[in-house]
């Protein structure tokens, strides 16, 4: 059973940092593609930030570029997101994504972590 299982969200005033983590079983961080999005209050889903299988390989939405960073550690099994001077449109629940590939392409998400930036 694969599961993914974030923390590390909070309250956090605009310039400060939170460290997302997500913790995953039943699959291994490594070998798929491994992402961060985000969902605030009335608005769609978006993607944050995404990791390649080789780990070389990152992609920022626009708004974060410079500030967040996706990370992973493979012995840890654990993908991260280091978010630096946050602001407030940064608040939403932010959500792990893991996407397996063919031949049975498959998606899995974790239950979502809520991050809040405000004075």
């Known amino acids: 059973q694969v599961q993914l299982v974030e923390s590390g969200g909070g309250l956090v005033q605009p310039g400060g940092s939170l460290s997302l983590s997500c913790a995953a079983s039943?699959?291994?961080?490594?070998?798929?593609?491994m992402g961060w999005y985000r969902q605030a209050p009335g608005k769609q889903r978006e993607l944050v930030a995404t990791m390649s299988r080789s780990g070389v390989g990152t992609n920022y939405a626009d708004s974060v570029k410079g500030r967040f960073t996706i990370s992973r550690d493979n012995a840890k099994n654990t993908v991260y997101l280091q978010m630096n001077s946050l602001k407030p449109e940064d608040t939403a629940v932010y959500y792990c994504?893991?996407?397996?590939?063919?031949?049975?392409?498959?998606?899995?998400w974790g239950q979502g972590t809520q991050v809040t930036v405000s004075s």
């Open positions: 994504h893991c996407h397996v590939g063919p031949p049975s392409p498959r998606d899995y």
């Open positions: 039943g699959i291994s961080v490594s070998l798929y593609f």
